[in-house]
C-alpha cells in the first residue's frame, strides 16, 4: 500500500460516505488514513423511529468523531436534500415538497431548509438540480426538475441557489451537462444521450448558465455518454464535456465534483488504473464516494485512492491539474461557514410545516 501521506493527498480530493449512525473500524481507518475533505450523508447515519433529541445528540456525536478522527476542523459536511423523495433526515426536519411544485415559492423553501440543514452541522447541499424534465419516462429526475421548460428550470433552480446562499449553505448544480433526458438511471447503468453540442445549448446548458452567473460554487457531473459529444467517454471524465463546454464556453471557475463513484453507471470504470487521471485531466476536482449503493466495503475507496497515488508517480496524473484543483478546493473550503449540531426552536419547525403545505399547492 501507498504511503500514508501520499493517500491524504487523496483526501483533499474526496467525499466519502460514513457507514451508519456511528463510526465503523472501516470509517475510523479511512478517516484516519485519507483524511477526506468531506463527509456524504445519507439516511443510515440517523438514528430513526427515536426522538428528535436523541438522534440529534447521536447525530452531534457523530459529526464530532468524523472530524476528530479526519483530523480537520473544517470539512465539507454534506446532505443530499432536495425534498420530495430525495429526504435523508428523520421527523421533525421538513418534509418540503419535489422541486417541479414549489415555483414562486422556491427561494422561500431554500432558505427554511438552510435553516434546518445548519441546525445539523450541514453546510453543503447537493441542490438545486438544474436537468430539465423533459422526457416523461426519466426513471431517475423527473419531478425532482425544478421544471420542464429550460426557461422555468433555470429560475426556479436559480431562486433555491439564491435561498440556500443567502441563508449560508452551500449549494450544487447537478447533473452536468444535463440528465433530464435521459430514459435510464445512471444508478443502475450507463445512460446514453443521443443529442449534440447544439441541442445541449438549446435546453440542457439554460439552467447552469444562469446558476453560473449568479456564480454557484459547485457542478456535479453526470454519468451519462453523449457519444455526439464524446464518443468514448460518459461526462464525469470527458475533457470535451468539463473543459471546452464548462470551463471554457460557460466560464465556470469553481469546484466540478463528480457525481458518486459507486453508481453502476461508471464503478466499474473507476476500478481501472489510470481512471481517476483521466477524470482530473478531464476536468473533476473532487470525487464523492458513497459507500452506498454497490457496497459498503472500504477497499473500493482505497483501491481509487491508490490509483490516484500511482498515476501521480508514474506521471500520467499532471501534478499541476491536482494542484489546481486542490487550490479550487481549498479556497471554497476557506469561506465555508463550520455550524454546531443544535437543537431547533419549535416554533421555526412549525412555521416550516405551514411552508411545506403552501408549497405543495403552489
Known sequence: MSG?????????????????????????????????????????????????????????????????????????????????????????????????????????????????????????????????????????????????????????????????QESGILGCAKHFPGHGDTSKDSHIELPILDLTLEDLRLRELIPFKALIEVQIPLIMTAHILFPKIDADLPATLSQPILNSILRKELGFQGVVVSDDLDMKAISDMFMKAG??????????????????????????????AEDFVDSLSNGSLDESVVEAARERIEKLLAVTPQYPVEILDRDILLQHAKLAIASSYS
Not at 26 to 36: H, I, M, Q, T
Not at 71 to 99: N, Y
Not at 289 to 300: D, M, Q
Request: charged share 20%; net charge neutral; glycine share 6%.
Open 4 to 164: 500514508s501521506q501520499e493517500l491524504k493527498r487523496f483526501g483533499h480530493h474526496l467525499i466519502l460516505g460514513i457507514s451508519g449512525a456511528t463510526l465503523s473500524d472501516d470509517d475510523k481507518r479511512a478517516l484516519s488514513e485519507l483524511k477526506p475533505i468531506g463527509v456524504i450523508f445519507f439516511a443510515k447515519n440517523f438514528l430513526d423511529g427515536t426522538p428528535y433529541q436523541v438522534w440529534l445528540e447521536s447525530f452531534k456525536d457523530l459529526n464530532n468523531q468524523i472530524r476528530e478522527y479526519a483530523e480537520r476542523d473544517s470539512m465539507f459536511m454534506t446532505l443530499d436534500h432536495e425534498g420530495g423523495r430525495v429526504i435523508r433526515t428523520p421527523l421533525p426536519i421538513t418534509r418540503f415538497t419535489h422541486a417541479l411544485l414549489l415555483r414562486s415559492h422556491a427561494q422561500e423553501v431554500a432558505k427554511a431548509t438552510a435553516t434546518e440543514l445548519k441546525s445539523l452541522g450541514i453546510n453543503l447541499s447537493w441542490a438545486p438540480i438544474a436537468d430539465v424534465f423533459s422526457h416523461p419516462h426519466n426513471p431517475v429526475i423527473g419531478p425532482r426538475a425544478f421544471g420542464n421548460t429550460p426557461e422555468i428550470a433555470a429560475k426556479d433552480a436559480r431562486d433555491y441557489y439564491l435561498g440556500l
Open 275 to 304: 481512471t481517476v487521471a483521466r477524470s482530473f485531466h478531464a476536468g473533476c476536482d473532487l470525487f464523492i464516494v458513497s459507500r452506498n449503493i454497490n457496497s459498503s466495503s472500504i477497499e473500493r475507496t482505497y483501491q481509487i
